[in-house]
């Protein structure tokens, strides 16, 4: 391909036969989302019990299900974890044990068909999260997947797992439980009212020191070999075929197949309630840079630096490293930059536990002096997956992170690593609804 020539991505590859593979032994996403086999669509009793299906028991699942522990017995929430998938079973069947799930699965297509699972609770490598969150909507489950949403090779799984999402009547959680934090619903609001007036310029980002979430990710079994208690094949999933590799299957961060490093496993982070805040479609264009500077083991880049610019007349800049943790301003919750919001009549951050209000020079509005609103509820991760059962129990589909924003964030993330990779300015056609590489 010459270096002029523009192609859409993943339209052609093999990533798309995957996913066209993928979806017609989920039983044709076209087919079956236009017949609307939405099964669980009825509010459930506040006395009927949600049955969670946990998918991926390893390092994050922690979270998920003592989350779902805590809503059972410190809320008094009708909750129970009754089956448990991994495949790696020994970490399954130490979750069902921890947590008295009845069944344990190595196959998240078996756990879907179980009738006594409504909700699956996804936190498996970042390659599987799409399909895994595709295939329970169309079993009629609602879904908890962790973010990144999709792995940074599988645009058009996103744009059909979103777009599933919505037209369907199950309820969809993203896991950035930043968005628990009323500080950004908060900063939202003052935007709309025109606090910050015309927005022009949004900041943030993600910094931490060590190869800890990569290199340093647990190896439970270094003996480990493809058997009855492991399934590659199953862990591959769409990824390219390769022989067993126990670094691959326990520290899968380190290798692009399956992650794609700090844009895809930490950005979602920050950039989800900075574009929620300023109200923004999708980009339309962006610009990366990074690379591995501190720590060489890994595949994936350590340090990823991006711009972001869109339709509304917006530039977003999303900086970060692994190298240095310094947040350059009072960090809020792991790693994250607090963000920036720059209008023409004033800007608004955060500083301890308040959001500030600063006017910007020549600004036209009365308040000419700063301001300081008290956050009311900071990032509670237990919270976020309250609202997502509240959610689940009263079948409303506004979570705090659902699919429409998702879908945003994580085209621009897509954008963001095709960028990087190909040094290129990478744009987003909104007709042809394609990444233009
Ligand atoms: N929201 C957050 O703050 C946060 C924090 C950490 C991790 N995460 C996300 O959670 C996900 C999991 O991360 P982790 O650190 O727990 O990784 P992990 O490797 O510790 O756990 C993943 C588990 O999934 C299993 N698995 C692999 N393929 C599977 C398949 N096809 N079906 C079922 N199980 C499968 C693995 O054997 C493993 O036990 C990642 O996508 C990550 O981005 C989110």
Not at 139 to 163: F, I, M
Not at 312 to 322: N, P
Request: aromatic share 8%; hydrophobic share 35%.
């Amino acid at each position: 391909m010459s270096e002029n020539q523009e192609h859409p991505v993943d339209t052609s590859g093999s990533t798309r036969r995957e996913f066209m593979r993928h979806a017609v032994l989920a039983g044709s996403v076209a087919t079956v989302a236009a017949a609307g086999p939405w099964v669980r669509a009825e509010a459930a009793s506040p006395n009927e019990t949600i049955r969670v299906g946990q998918i991926g028991c390893g390092g994050r699942s922690g979270a998920h299900m003592s989350s779902y522990k805590w809503l059972a017995e410190d809320q008094k929430m009708n909750v129970k974890i009754t089956a448990v998938c991994d495949t790696y079973k020994p970490r399954a069947e130490r979750a069902a044990k921890k947590y008295g799930a009845e069944k344990v699965y190595m196959d998240h297509k078996e756990l879907l068909a179980d009738p006594n699972v409504d909700v699956v609770s996804i936190a498996t490598p970042d390659h599987h999260h799409g399909y895994q969150a595709l295939d329970a909507i169309l079993a009629g489950k609602d879904v908890y997947c962790e973010k990144p949403l999709t792995h940074w090779r599988q645009y058009e799984l996103t744009r059909e797992l979103c777009r599933t999402a919505m037209a369907s009547n199950q309820v969809m959680q993203v896991g950035c439980q930043a968005m628990s934090d009323s500080a950004y619903h908060q900063m939202a609001k003052m935007v709309r009212d025109g606090m910050v007036g015309q927005p022009i310029h949004g900041e943030t980002g993600y910094f931490r020191v060590g190869d800890w979430g990569e290199v340093g990710m647990p190896i439970d079994d270094p003996k480990a070999q493809p058997g009855a208690d492991l399934n590659w094949e199953g862990f591959l999933g769409d990824a390219p075929r390769r022989p067993f590799d126990a670094s691959r299957m326990f520290r899968w961060r380190m290798y692009e197949d399956y992650s794609g490093g700090p844009v895809t496993d930490l950005f979602p982070h920050p950039l989800t309630p900075l574009m929620y805040i300023l109200n923004l479609g999708m980009p339309s264009k962006a610009v990366a840079l990074g690379g591995k500077y501190r720590y060489n083991e890994r595949e994936v880049p350590d340090t990823f630096n991006l711009l972001l610019e869109f339709p509304e007349k917006v530039c977003i800049a999303v900086l970060g490293t692994q190298g240095n943790n310094d947040q350059g301003v009072q960090g809020r919750g792991a790693g994250g930059r607090v963000p920036i919001v720059r209008g023409w009549e004033g800007s608004l951050t955060i500083v301890g536990e308040e959001i500030v209000f600063k006017p910007a020079e020549g600004n036209t509005r009365k308040e000419k002096d700063e301001q300081r609103f008290k956050i009311e509820q900071p990032e509670d991760t237990r919270l976020f997956f309250k609202n997502f059962i509240d959610c689940c129990i009263k079948r409303d589909k506004n979570t705090l992170s659902g699919p429409e924003l998702a879908l945003k964030v994580q085209t621009a993330l897509h954008m963001a690593a095709y960028s990087q990779r190909e040094e290129k300015t990478v744009r987003y056609d909104a007709v042809m609804e394609k990444i233009i590489v």
